[in-house]
């Protein structure tokens, strides 16, 4: 090398212009934990955001929203049930300005709300936010998802409430039920004296939120994602105003991390005592954490945790606390399916490991979900299969196995929604491909069905109807030609 190039060359390289072999990217733990996930659970978009009590937050946003564009932070998501964190957060500003008690009665509050159960009027707001109100589980999803969009509609769903029934009396044990946070909507509103959206945008923010509350707002999400056969197909669900208390609310990445960062006692907390109180484990629910108000209390390899996930038909949220570190997480995907559901709510508690120098230990599908819907598309075919076959058939045995076989299929079909505790509607809403593959199922064999009764009909009027001997009629389908008849065949 000449003398007089040696100080250029080596300026070169020390800006890294000259290296001989390209510097690898560092790697980023996290981003590649959210990627596996997204790629298994077949997610086409998501944004995560590690959120420190004080200092910068740190953010992820990865793959594409439903109208395919780049997912950013102020990509809006719906949050699902973390809504209820919302509304807690409603009713306790309600009682900071004493027009509300936690002790105060449905009846006193709401008395027009629906419920014809006389025990209802006795429900208080604390059972409510506790759901520890005597209502189901199966009353909250038939109560939900109804995509009213007029004004009133939080007050219009709680008066349509005429076939309710409590299980058990108001405080007797927990059941989580979507309806005792539609109710306390109502009860927001009476108490507040203005709509609940308005309402609980004004508490968001103050902890620098902006939320979707509102139809018109609404009109800015992109398309979520349901599960179809392992696809990730675009839905554009329509707006629920009414479920805004419980379930459909949204918000982007940036005013999600912000209302996280509150809920720690960071910038625009609120008190430290309406924090004590939503973040106090108050019922035990059966699954190894307690419920609060608009919260769930446990614990993440033995660090106290406070959390809530969120699902609404192709989004999915979780928000969840971890006091002692004084850190959050906050992750949001725009595809859900109850059967990758346990590998979505993992993502969390992976990034807060991986943050603490720990391995992520992830979450495999729900083998059972993930396969039931192939499963029941192909006993759908069966059913093709075998109204084909009794058509071409020239026998009985056809028609009298799939009359067998169709009638329980048939009925299980007709049964299974109402087993899981939904109602047909609501399972081709949130699971399509099993939803529609069941009514599928029904439909084909029915097919079935139907052909082998009208195939046993007509053969059993052919065989009784004497030909010209007096003796019973050969069954006109019987192609086949006589002994005698073959005979002469075979001498020619």
């Known amino acids: 090398?000449?003398?007089?190039?040696?100080?250029?060359?080596?300026?070169?390289?020390?800006?890294?212009?000259?290296?001989?072999?390209?510097?690898?990217?560092?790697?980023?733990?996290?981003?590649?934990?959210?990627?596996?996930?997204?790629?298994?659970?077949?997610?086409?978009?998501?944004?995560?955001?590690?959120?420190?009590?004080?200092?910068?937050v740190r953010t992820w946003t990865l793959g594409e929203d439903g109208d395919g564009q780049p997912v950013s932070e102020d990509t809006p998501f719906l949050l699902g049930s973390v809504s209820k964190s919302f509304t807690a957060a409603t009713v306790h500003d309600l009682v900071s300005q004493d027009r509300l008690r936690l002790e105060d009665r449905l009846g006193d509050l709401v008395p027009d709300h629906g419920i014809p159960d006389e025990r209802a009027d006795d429900i208080t707001v604390e059972q409510l936010l506790t759901h520890t109100s005597g209502l189901t589980r199966a009353d909250g999803l038939a109560h939900t998802d109804r995509f009213d969009t007029e004004p009133g509609a939080v007050a219009r769903q709680v008066r349509d409430l005429a076939d309710v029934s409590l299980a058990r009396d108001p405080g007797g044990g927990y059941e989580y039920s979507d309806l005792n946070y539609l109710l306390l909507g109502a009860v927001v509103e009476e108490a507040g004296e203005a709509?609940?959206?308005?309402?609980?945008?004004?508490?968001?923010?103050?902890?620098?939120?902006?939320?979707?509350?509102?139809?018109?707002?609404?009109?800015?999400?992109?398309?979520?994602?349901?599960?179809?056969?392992g696809r990730a197909v675009a839905f554009d669900s329509p707006y629920d105003a009414s479920g805004t208390p419980y379930g459909y609310l949204g918000a982007d990445l940036e005013g999600t991390a912000a209302w996280a960062r509150g809920q720690l006692g960071g910038a625009r907390s609120p008190s430290e005592d309406v924090l004590r109180e939503m973040h106090t484990g108050r019922v035990e629910t059966g699954?190894?954490?307690?419920?609060?108000?608009?919260?769930?209390?446990?614990?993440?390899?033995?660090?106290?945790?406070?959390?809530?996930?969120?699902?609404?038909?192709?989004?999915?949220?979780?928000?969840?606390?971890?006091?002692?570190?004084?850190?959050a997480v906050v992750v949001l995907a725009n595809s859900y399916s109850e059967a990758r559901g346990t590998s979505l709510h993992a993502i969390a508690g992976d990034i807060a490991r991986i943050e603490d120098g720990r391995s992520a230990q992830g979450a495999s599908a729900d083998p059972l979900l993930t396969w039931t819907p192939f499963v029941v598309v192909g006993v759908g075919v069966l059913g093709l299969l075998a109204a084909l076959a009794v058509i071409t058939s020239y026998g009985r045995r056809w028609p009298v196995v799939a009359l067998v076989v169709a009638v329980p299929v048939v009925a299980l079909a007709l049964l299974v929604p109402g087993l899981v505790g939904y109602t047909s509607e609501q399972l081709r809403l949130w699971a399509p491909d099993l939803g529609w593959g069941l009514w599928g199922v029904a439909a084909t064999w029915t097919l079935a069905a139907g052909t082998a009764l009208v195939a046993l009909v007509r053969r059993r009027s052919v065989d009784l109807v004497p030909d010209e001997g007096g003796l019973p009629r050969r069954d006109e389908h019987d192609h086949r030609l006589p002994a005698v008849q073959v005979g002469d065949l075979r001498e020619h």
């Open 1 to 56: 090398m000449s003398r007089s190039l040696a100080p250029f060359v080596l300026a070169l390289a020390s800006l890294g212009l000259l290296a001989p072999t390209a510097v690898a990217a560092e790697a980023d733990p996290v981003r590649e934990q959210v990627e596996q996930v997204m790629d298994d659970a077949h997610v086409p978009g998501a944004a995560v955001a590690v959120v420190p009590k004080e200092g910068r």
């Open 195 to 229: 709509p609940f959206a308005d309402q609980v945008q004004r508490v968001a923010g103050l902890a620098g939120t902006d939320l979707v509350a509102t139809p018109a707002a609404a009109s800015a999400l992109p398309p979520g994602h349901r599960q179809v056969l």
């Open 287 to 327: 699954s190894g954490d307690e419920y609060g108000h608009g919260w769930r209390i446990g614990e993440l390899d033995g660090e106290p945790i406070v959390e809530h996930t969120g699902a609404t038909p192709g989004y999915f949220s979780h928000v969840l606390l971890l006091p002692e570190s004084e850190t």
